[in-house]
């Protein structure tokens, strides 16, 4: 059974940086693209960052210069570091991997989720 557990969220202000986790299990870790989606009240998911598995990344427009994503495949992990947080980036994070994918564009499994919430 596969599962993405996230972790690291929370509450953070303005200018401020936090960073999420995704530990994956019951999967081939290294043959998945992963990647974060985020969804914010009254809107839809949005792709946030997504990883290959050779290691391309990509990132929305307006996440650009303040987001970063890593892997660590010895630890089935995914990282998401967010720097600069504006209160637009609250929402609820999501894991996400797709099987030999390169953006995530088309998850194949979701975590739970984690709620990020940044003052203004």
């Known amino acids: 059974q596969v599962q993405l557990v996230e972790s690291g969220g929370g509450l953070a202000q303005a200018g401020g940086s936090l960073r999420l986790s995704c530990a994956a299990s019951?999967?081939?870790?290294?043959?998945?693209?992963m990647g974060w989606y985020r969804q914010a009240p009254g809107k839809e998911r949005e792709l946030v960052a997504g990883l290959s598995p050779g290691g391309r990344s990509y990132f929305a427009d307006s996440v650009k210069g303040r987001f970063t994503i890593s892997r660590d495949n010895a630890k089935n992990t995914v990282y998401l570091q967010m720097d600069s947080l504006k209160p637009e980036d609250t929402a609820i994070y999501y894991c996400?991997?797709?099987?030999?994918?390169?953006?995530?564009?088309?998850?194949?499994?979701w975590g739970q989720g984690t709620q990020v919430t940044v003052s203004s």
């Open positions: 019951g999967l081939t870790f290294g043959n998945y693209a």
């Open positions: 996400a991997a797709e099987w030999r994918g390169t953006t995530v564009g088309n998850p194949d499994y």
